[in-house]
């Protein structure tokens, strides 16, 4: 089975910088991924990492050390319409397919 | 705009009966995943369709079932219906069962009263 953690909640200020951590275990690892979800919306692809090290995205960064079974998402210049719930998912190629585990999501608030 | 459609937005409806929720793919996409969000819990993998056949199967109740048609649409037929059924349920679409960035569809909200 797959095991994703991520904090439940997190508050940063307009214009800074926040991380978002994700620890995970999985048998069959092919790939993390972070999406974006408003309330009540669907998720929007943020980010996917396979291989170790630093993906960058404009203002969003992913991280990713496979050996140690971690994630992290930056968000930088933090802006009051990135409030929303960032969801960690793992990939695992188990029994031919390709199924995504999804972590229960951090929300993220931004305040002025 | 994902390209995944969903209808409909909203269903509300009583205990024991049975509702049909419908996805459509992107365009040239084959693979059709269902997932079930409730408050307490995150997205929930249900089952995945590739080309018209069951693909992969997650935490689907035995009342729950799915389809997905020569057209490639889905529909996620739901049974026997429980309060506790009350949720978001998605639709997800990639191109192929090896590609991992699905696409979202906006949703539909289940209310079971």
């Known amino acids: 089975g797959q095991n994703i953690d991520q904090p439940t909640e997190m508050t940063a200020t307009e214009g800074a910088i926040v991380q978002i951590n994700c620890t995970y275990q999985?048998?069959?690892?092919?790939?993390l991924f972070w999406y974006q979800q408003h309330a009540g919306e669907a998720p929007t692809f943020l980010s996917y990492?396979?291989?170790?090290g630093l993906e960058e995205k404009g203002r969003f960064s992913s991280f990713l050390s496979r050996s140690k079974g971690y994630s992290y998402l930056l968000l930088k210049e933090l802006q009051m319409k990135d409030s929303a719930s960032y969801l960690c998912?793992?990939?695992?190629?188990?029994?031919?397919?390709?199924?995504?585990?999804f972590g229960k999501g951090t929300k993220l608030s931004v305040i002025p | 705009d994902s390209g995944v459609t969903q209808t409909p937005k909203h269903l509300i409806t009583a205990t024991g009966q049975r509702v049909t929720l419908r996805c459509s793919p992107r365009?040239?996409?084959?693979?059709v995943y269902w997932y079930q969000q409730s408050l307490d819990q995150g997205l929930q993998f249900l089952i995945q369709?590739?080309?018209?056949?069951?693909?992969a199967k997650g935490n689907i109740l035995e009342r729950f079932s799915a389809q997905q048609f020569p057209d490639l649409h889905s529909e996620l037929n739901l049974s026997s219906l429980e309060l506790g059924d009350s949720a978001l349920y998605f639709c997800?679409?990639?191109?192929?069962?090896?590609?991992?960035?699905?696409?979202f569809g906006p949703g539909t909200r289940l209310t079971v009263l």
């Open positions: 365009s040239g996409d084959l693979s």
């Open positions: 997800a679409s990639s191109p192929t069962p090896s590609v991992n960035e699905q696409f």
């Open positions: 990492n396979v291989l170790d």
């Open positions: 369709y590739y080309n018209g056949e069951e693909r």
């Open positions: 999985t048998s069959g690892f092919n790939g």
């Open positions: 998912a793992v990939s695992d190629s188990g029994a031919g397919s390709y199924q995504l585990t």
